[in-house]
């Protein structure tokens, strides 16, 4: 366990140097709203719509997300999801696109951390930023999660490597900590900040999140 917080961590570290020779580094903020209901012992819908705003404040994408999960066993699960994107452009106008993708995701806790890693499979882009690029992506994230004993905060941090299928380079990685803040059984609230590193693309991008959840059991 103590191998795995230490290589986390690691990584995180090696993306500070990266900051300081980035040429361009972009602000965008995003909130959500997740929806998630138990239709089946195993298999749970959800809907999450979200806003995102541009470096300027200014909203640059609208988008819903619906989504199917299945929990093969308590610690692994398979996902499916389809995102409407309607982002706007710089004349007002609207460009909207289809995606989905599909994943399976892992989880064991070993005390009070959890230990979590997840493949992810997205068509025509990485499923995650307002981009042309149309190439298939997969995704591997890693992380792990804190229940602080006495609070209702459950700070987490992840690493998350974007690989183009095109080409089988990976292109892009992202550097996310923050923390949920657990308001009852069905309600919490997430607070995140990503930094997005693109290895050849020094056109980088500092995310803030904020994400409200309501699990209708």
């Not at 290589?7 to 997740?34: G, K």
């Amino acid at each position: 366990m103590n191998s795995t917080i230490k290589l986390i961590v690691f990584a995180f570290l090696l993306v500070l140097p990266c900051t300081t020779y980035s040429q361009t580094n972009q602000f965008e903020t995003r909130y959500s709203m997740q929806l998630e209901k138990k239709v089946l012992n195993n298999l749970a819908i959800s809907i999450e719509p979200e806003l995102r705003l541009d470096n300027s404040f200014k909203p640059s994408s609208y988008l819903l997300q619906a989504g199917l999960g299945y929990k093969i066993a308590p610690w692994m699960k398979l996902g499916a999801f389809y995102r409407f994107d309607a982002e706007q452009n710089e004349n007002s106008s609207f460009s909207y696109m289809n995606r989905f993708a599909f994943d399976m995701s892992f989880m064991h806790k070993i005390s009070r951390f959890t230990p979590k890693a997840r493949v992810r499979f997205s068509n025509f882009t990485d499923f995650d930023s307002s981009t042309d690029d149309k190439s298939n992506y997969m995704r591997y994230k890693f992380g792990t999660s804190y229940n602080i004993k006495g609070s209702k905060l459950n700070p987490f941090l992840s690493v998350e490597l974007y690989q183009k299928m095109e080409n089988g380079l990976i292109n892009k990685a992202r550097y996310s900590f923050g923390t949920e803040y657990t308001l009852n059984k069905r309600n919490s609230i997430e607070l995140k900040y990503s930094y997005d590193y693109r290895f050849k693309n020094l056109n980088n991008t500092h995310i803030l999140e904020l994400k409200y959840s309501l699990n209708f059991k």
